[in-house]
């Protein structure tokens, strides 16, 4: 009999999938830029409807970092993986897809997909009045306020509106009407907030959760909004033909501090 040990079997090695991806981190997170780039991912969504992923959204110059995504229980299984952003900032991620763009694309090109993404400890909250509004800013781990943060807010061209800083409670008073724009891309106002080496933002159309409407407090866009007050007082309401009515106009509006009459 032939008592020699059998060799044991060989084990094949798989090479575990990855998805190729880029991601561009806003140099200096300056607001002018983050809304350059708010604005060109909405454009490439809307420029690529038709036949959406079929381009990337960066150009040469961009000089995005080249990085694969890891898929570690393999290439059928559904899981969520993070995508590793080292540093605080504001960041433009795509990733590339042969598979899906096969199954999906026109022209079975690699399909890519977009998003952003803000690195922060920050939540900047935004309440806008007609005389005054609010900037109040709290930590993302500890729901804390963040005192002495500096705060700018900019229309959607960036033009600086107005900028301060927090208060030891985290907010900052903006005593002073913003006027509206006719500048609504990527939204009409660009809110920022900045403490040591962190930085975070807000934009005014993002009111979802919490709006107005829900509690039956009365809204307008405020394109068109100003509180103003229109009331008639008829002499009498039972009129015949021929007869001559008599009114009284009141023209009033909502300030801060109450009702005064309109100008």
């Not at 997909?113 to 922060?120: I, K, P, R, W």
């Not at 903006?174 to 920022?192: G, Q, V």
């Not at 394109?223 to 009129?239: E, G």
Request: with cysteine.
């Amino acid at each position: 009999p032939n008592n020699s040990t059998p060799p044991s079997p060989r084990r094949a090695t798989i090479a575990t999938p990855a998805v190729n991806g880029k991601s561009f981190r806003v140099v200096g997170n300056d607001d002018a830029d983050i809304l350059k780039w708010l604005s060109r991912v909405k454009e490439h969504e809307r420029d690529n409807w038709e036949n959406p992923g079929a381009t990337s959204i960066f150009a040469r110059d961009d000089k995005p970092a080249a990085f694969e995504l890891p898929k570690p229980n393999g290439a059928q299984a559904f899981e969520v993986i993070g995508i590793p952003l080292k540093k605080p900032g504001f960041y433009v991620v795509e990733l590339q897809s042969p598979k899906l763009g096969a199954a999906i694309t026109r022209d079975k090109t690699p399909m890519y997909v977009t998003a952003s993404a803000l690195v922060t400890n920050m939540a900047v909250h935004f309440k806008r009045g007609s005389e005054s509004s609010l900037v109040w800013v709290t930590t993302l781990d500890k729901a804390q306020p963040v005192a002495d943060a500096a705060i700018a807010v900019r229309n959607c061209s960036g033009d600086l509106l107005w900028q301060g800083k927090t208060d030891a409670a985290g907010r900052a008073r903006i005593d002073k009407t913003i006027a509206a724009s006719n500048c609504y891309r990527p939204a009409e106002l660009f809110i920022s907030a900045r403490h040591g080496d962190d930085m975070s933002f807000t934009l005014s159309d993002w009111t979802g959760g919490i709006q107005p409407w829900r509690f039956n407090f009365p809204t307008q866009s405020p394109r068109y909004r100003n509180n103003a007050l229109l009331h008639t007082v008829f002499d009498r309401t039972l009129l015949m033909a021929g007869d001559t009515v008599h009114m009284k106009h009141f023209a009033r509006r909502h300030v801060q501090r109450g009702i005064e009459l309109a100008a």
